[in-house]
């Protein structure tokens, strides 16, 4: 397992943008799967982006794709999430995850992850 930090979070406006950061320590990096997920008030955790541990493989979910962007700078050992467009029902904590994994393939079901942070705030306004 690694240790988590996620920043970047805040209050916006619908439209406006974000950015995201999870730094990552205690493993090593390029051989680690991540993916960022989302939980709004009173529903599931849901996935919203996943990327493979060298960055060439990525997913989105339908309702993020063309506006947000996951990559992976494994010089820094972190990992970001681009956040353009935003939406009021893009309110969420967001939580960042990892996993060591043998594959160069994203992980989007969160049950295969063992590293999570401990979620950052985004909220969006109308």
């Known amino acids: 397992q690694v240790q988590l930090v996620e920043s970047g979070g805040g209050l916006v406006l619908a439209g406006g943008s974000l950015r995201l950061s999870c730094a990552a320590s205690?493993?090593?990096?390029?051989?680690?799967?991540m993916g960022w997920f989302r939980q709004a008030p009173g529903k599931e955790r849901e996935f919203v982006a996943a990327?493979?541990?060298?960055?060439?493989?990525?997913w989105y979910a339908d309702s993020v794709k063309d506006r947000f962007t996951i990559s992976k700078d494994n010089t820094k050992n972190t990992m970001y999430l681009q956040m353009n467009s935003l939406k009021p029902e893009d309110t969420a904590v967001y939580y960042c995850?990892?996993?060591?994994?043998?594959?160069?393939?994203?992980?989007?079901?969160?049950?295969?992850?063992?590293?999570w942070g401990q979620g950052t705030q985004v909220t969006v306004s109308s």
């Open positions: 995850a990892a996993v060591g994994i043998g594959s160069d393939w994203p992980v989007t079901d969160s049950n295969n992850y063992d590293s």
């Open positions: 205690g493993g090593t990096f390029r051989r680690i799967a």
């Open positions: 990327i493979s541990r060298s960055g060439s493989s990525i």
